[in-house]
């Protein structure tokens, strides 16, 4: 193949060709081409559907700007300057998880990388798939490079990013070709995907490659998998039908096989217990559906948990919080663990490991439940339909809850579970996204929110990153076709992101952050106080008027929520008739009152809890 002999030909032949496939497809591929190391990337990861860079350029990728100034200009990627580098890992892991569009989060290394990399935590907690391709120090040893890791060693930066997940320092560029592999391997997996981590040296991005385009490495395609043998479904049937109370905990991994696991909850008599993360698998309203369950849980979701003899889980990998540090299930005596992942599908005892695909395992679960001999599980989904209206009630009662008196705020102000419940609604009634940032909001939102299918609420409960939700709104600015969202928030989340008001004007996102303020670390105050009986440092004295903040910056729309329910619907009406970003400051109660959260149902392995929660452990059978 005869390439032309400058980027920007190269570019506008490619683009020309309708693309690189297309190109490839047109020409004659049998010959190898030279190319510099920064552009033979940009095509290795055209080839791989990547075409959206998020970029914080510095000293360590000038060489790969000026490939992408080039390639942009010709219109085959897409450039996205921003201001933050957790911000910008935040943008991209949404991007990919609510859209699903891979991109490329681009940084140098040393401070800028290691913000970035602390964002990532996020997509590798919650197996969200993208590149992160940061500029390292050069490989000839001249000296200190400039924010290298001030050690007299080589590759340290490689062996930071190695430990978060899988990575790859590109020193030699002949082995382009197997870093793609690896890093699509990564990005793209079924079940455990994540951030691949790519280090390129200074001096190897502009150094020269020689290879074939035609072997760029694609996009891997993975064929479903599910147990090898049917009588292993079929000994899982038994055992749901011959037990009598059967309990599912619905994992992240559930999301995609949301009508598959309401097929066989149906079919097996199943409670159902979310996680914050699978909100929607079942319709809220939907009579199996106990809502969420685990330390922040619900009284019918740790209700079902604690009193059920079968576990069946799909899609969990058993976070600490989700199963009440390991305890949140005394009763039961077997598990059945739907999972695709080799090491999560094992994590209990006593169980029944059905490893693949859960829509697939689900639905021949279900086959063989429908075919079999009846079994009567009519006892227990009443004991729990009763906690699921004891627990309807409780909520009903929060959200009735007038404006509580606050000390801080010294007046009345809305709770932050009536406000997280109006916009909630709010949301669904618009069809528009829910982001839930760490935090009270979190915790408190997905024990409200009424999803009934998945997606409709992104909760990152992975790593639990306070600032995730407010940069989440900036992937509506750079998807192709953005959505409309909302982030819950409170005051001390924001501000961990709040260049987000300058980078949603410069990218068009159109979204609103609903921020709930009550000058503290709520969830870590009402956490002292339940275990030592007072708060410690948790909590300011500065006041901040957010929405004169927001407002400050032209093109955002600054809101005040008011003191009660009808400002607070009236601002949101407001703020998303405005066509960019708009934040409502909206004052909440935070105190004594029951009436002002949700509370807790479960333990946690925290704290002074610590040594009855371990105790407790040492008694358990799964």
Not at 101 to 124: H, R, Y
Not at 587 to 615: I, K, S
């Amino acid at each position: 193949m005869i390439l032309p002999d400058t980027r920007e030909a190269r570019a506008a032949w490619i683009a020309g060709a309708g693309g690189l496939d297309a190109a490839i497809d047109a020409a004659d591929p049998s010959g190898p081409v030279t190319l510099p190391l920064s552009e033979a990337l940009v095509l290795g990861l055209l080839r791989q559907g990547v075409s959206k860079y998020l970029v914080i350029l510095g000293h360590g990728s000038t060489e790969l700007g000026e490939t992408l100034r080039v390639y942009e200009a010709a219109g085959l990627v897409r450039v996205f300057q921003f201001r933050n580098e957790i911000e910008m890992a935040h943008a991209g892991t949404a991007l990919r998880w609510v859209y699903d569009e891979p991109a490329a989060v681009v940084t140098s290394i040393g401070p800028g990388a290691l913000q970035a990399m602390a964002g990532s935590l996020a997509a590798a907690s919650n197996g969200i798939g993208l590149y992160h391709l940061y500029g390292d120090e050069t490989t000839r040893g001249e000296g200190y490079n400039m924010q290298q890791i001030p050690r007299p060693e080589q590759g340290l930066f490689g062996r930071l990013t190695s430990t978060m997940g899988p990575s790859y320092t590109l020193g030699d560029p002949q082995a382009l070709r197997d870093a793609l592999r690896h890093g699509a391997a990564a990005v793209f997996h079924p079940t455990r995907a994540g951030p691949f981590y790519l280090n390129l040296p200074i001096n190897a991005q502009p150094a020269a490659v020689t290879l074939r385009l035609d072997a760029l490495p694609r996009r891997p395609v993975h064929t479903p998998a599910m147990p090898a043998c049917d009588e292993v479904l079929a000994e899982a049937a038994r055992q749901v039908a011959a037990c009598p109370r059967v309990a599912v905990k619905a994992g992240g991994g559930s999301r995609a096989a949301a009508s598959a696991l309401r097929r066989f909850a149906e079919a097996a008599g199943a409670a159902v217990v979310l996680s914050p993360g699978s909100t929607g698998v079942l319709p809220d309203t939907h009579p199996q559906n106990m809502h969420v369950g685990g330390s922040k849980g619900s009284l019918s979701g740790n209700f079902a948990m604690q009193e059920a003899e079968l576990a069946v889980f799909v899609g969990s990998r058993a976070v600490c919080q989700s199963d009440c540090s390991g305890i949140g299930w005394p009763k039961a005596r077997a598990v059945i663990n739907i999972n695709a992942d080799s090491f999560d599908v094992q994590h209990y005892n006593n169980t029944l490991a059905l490893q693949g695909d859960a829509a697939i395992i689900l639905d021949r679960l279900a086959d063989h439940l429908e075919a079999g001999a009846p079994h009567d599980k009519r006892g227990w989904l009443r004991d729990c339909a009763g906690r699921k209206e004891a627990w309807a009630a409780f909520k009903a009662a929060r959200y009735a809850a007038p404006p509580l008196h606050d000390d801080v705020w010294q007046r009345p102000v809305l709770t932050q579970p009536r406000a997280i419940h109006v916009a909630d609604r709010f949301a669904n009634r618009r069809g528009a996204l829910k982001f839930f940032d760490a935090g009270d909001v979190q915790a408190n939102g997905f024990q409200i929110v009424e999803d009934d299918v998945p997606g409709q609420s992104i909760t990152e409960s992975g790593a639990s990153y306070m600032g995730f939700a407010v940069s989440a709104l900036l992937s509506a600015g750079l998807a192709d076709s953005g959505r409309y969202g909302i982030a819950f928030t409170g005051d001390g989340s924001f501000m961990m992101n709040p260049q987000v008001l300058i980078d949603a004007v410069a990218h068009g996102a159109h979204g609103t952050i609903l921020l709930m303020d009550n000058r503290r670390m709520a969830a870590i105050s009402a956490l002292q106080e339940a275990q030592y009986g007072a708060a410690f440092r948790t909590g300011d004295a500065v006041a901040v008027d957010y929405a004169a903040l927001a407002g400050s910056v032209e093109g955002v729309l600054g809101l005040h929520g008011g003191r009660d329910e009808a400002a607070l619907e009236a601002a949101l009406e407001h703020a998303a008739a405005h066509p960019g970003l708009s934040l409502i400051h909206l004052p909440v109660y935070y105190g004594p009152d029951p009436l002002g959260g949700m509370g807790a149902y479960g333990r946690w392995n925290v704290g002074n809890w610590c040594a009855e929660v371990q105790r407790s452990y040492t008694e358990t059978l799964i």
